[in-house]
């Protein structure tokens, strides 16, 4: 017998994961697979940082009381460059502080409301493809017991990764990619040691980029720029250590605090657009979509932003038969999503040392960096792209 749902949603990441619980809020069925066990999903080591609009997303959709109780906030950045600390207060100009609540709390958050609702999350259940994506009547073909399965559905929200299924099904024909790849990666490493300050600091040095920042009050997430093939056993403790000194300490700033490194890993920097974001019955929304050097912090607001506009225009589907909010969801979707792409992008040239760049080009980067942190324009066009555009248009 073949099975049937509303919306399929392929991946149990932030963005199926909020799309299936936003879609239960408003009386829409859903089935989530996910080819990772639970285990795996709820202890990812990702993103930290919540704008103001995740923030209050999370509020609205009853998901607000443990990040409450968690939650730090930030109110400025620290860039550090030519031997100098600069400090921009992004609260004190937008109003709006930012939030360091880790991706994984908010995967747990919502397993657990998803899994109170009764909610189906099938976990080790890989998507193996999709399609129908013309019809009426869009089919997941999905794996479970040694054998391949159909799911049929009204809808498909594909939330499964930069490495997914579901952008694939796209014809090529229709479908326009926009990509860099830098050449650089970084070395991320979680250590068990409160940071110097609760503060996050950006470092643009001759020796690279370093970033200093932290998960909760006790424990630290720093980053160093780093070939993008490296490896992460390449790096010894004391090498990440030295090298986080040399980069981020300054004179009047607390230096880098040392303790015992958890987790280490490499991950390399692009940037990608895929476009359209929908395509028949098939949505896409978070990385699936678009993905954003993260020394901007934006790839999971964006994923985030994605569903508060896709949530409620499923909803106003089933409610009222409406196409509008489904019809318009890519280029709403679009506009927001090339403003973070410019702002990541920035972001990402800026503090960076690029390899073989001119010494003109190293002086002037850091002169572009002078004129943000030091003048009331640059200081405010830094802030409102941190803190976050708003989450409906
Ligand atoms: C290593 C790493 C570090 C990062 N660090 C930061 C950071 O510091 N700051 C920041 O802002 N952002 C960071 N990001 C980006 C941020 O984590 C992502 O933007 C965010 O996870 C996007 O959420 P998503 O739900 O769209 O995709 P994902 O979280 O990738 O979820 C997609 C899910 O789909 C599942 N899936 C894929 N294919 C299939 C299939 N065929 N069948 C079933 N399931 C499938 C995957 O297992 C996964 O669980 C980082 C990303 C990575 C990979």
Not at 34 to 59: D, F, Q, S, W
Not at 343 to 354: I, P, S
Request: with cysteine; net charge neutral.
């Amino acid at each position: 017998m073949t099975e049937r749902t509303q919306v399929g949603i392929v991946g149990a990441g932030p963005a199926g994961l909020l799309l299936s619980h936003m879609l239960h809020l408003a009386g829409v069925e859903s089935v989530v697979f996910e080819r990772g066990n639970r285990e795996h999903v709820g202890t990812r080591l990702r993103a930290g940082g919540l704008e103001h609009g995740a923030v209050a997303l999370l509020e609205r959709v009853g998901l607000g009381a443990r990040m409450r109780k968690l939650a730090l906030s930030v109110a400025a950045t620290d860039f550090r460059f030519d031997g100098c600390g600069h400090r921009v207060d992004f609260r004190a100009i937008t109003g709006h502080p930012f939030t360091i609540y880790p991706q994984y709390e908010i995967v747990s958050d919502l397993l657990e409301a998803r899994a109170a609702a009764g909610g189906e999350v099938r976990f080790d259940t890989p998507v193996r493809r999709i399609d129908g994506l013309e019809s009426a009547r869009p089919v997941i073909h999905y794996e479970a017991g040694g054998s391949v399965r159909r799911l049929e559905c009204d809808f498909i929200a594909g939330c499964d990764g930069y490495h997914g299924v579901c952008r694939q099904a796209i014809p090529a024909s229709v479908q326009r990619v926009f990509e860099e790849n830098y050449p650089f990666g970084w070395l991320g490493i979680l250590a068990e040691v409160a940071p110097p300050s609760l503060e996050v600091a950006y470092a643009c040095h001759e020796r690279g980029f370093a970033m200093q920042s932290f998960r909760a009050p006790t424990i630290s997430r720093m980053y160093l720029q780093c070939p993008p093939d490296d490896r992460a056993d390449n790096w010894s403790d004391e090498r990440i250590w030295s090298e986080l000194a040399l980069r981020l300490d300054v004179p009047d700033r607390p230096p880098v605090a040392r303790g015992p490194i958890v987790q280490k890993s490499v991950t390399a920097m692009k940037s990608f657009v895929v476009e359209p974001l929908s395509y028949g019955t098939l949505f896409l929304a978070g990385d699936a979509a678009h993905i954003v050097p993260p020394t901007g912090a934006k790839g999971l607001n964006s994923a985030m932003a994605d569903i508060a506009l896709l949530a409620p225009a499923f909803a106003a589907f089933y409610r009222t038969g409406r196409r509008e909010g489904l019809d318009g969801y890519s280029a709403a979707c679009l506009r927001r999503t090339w403003q973070v792409q410019r702002f990541a992008a920035e972001m990402c040239t800026l503090l960076h040392r690029f390899p073989g760049a001119s010494d003109y080009a190293w002086r002037l980067q850091r002169e572009k960096l002078a004129y943000m942190t030091g003048t009331a324009t640059g200081m405010r066009t830094y802030a409102e792209s941190f803190v976050g555009l708003p989450f409906e248009p």
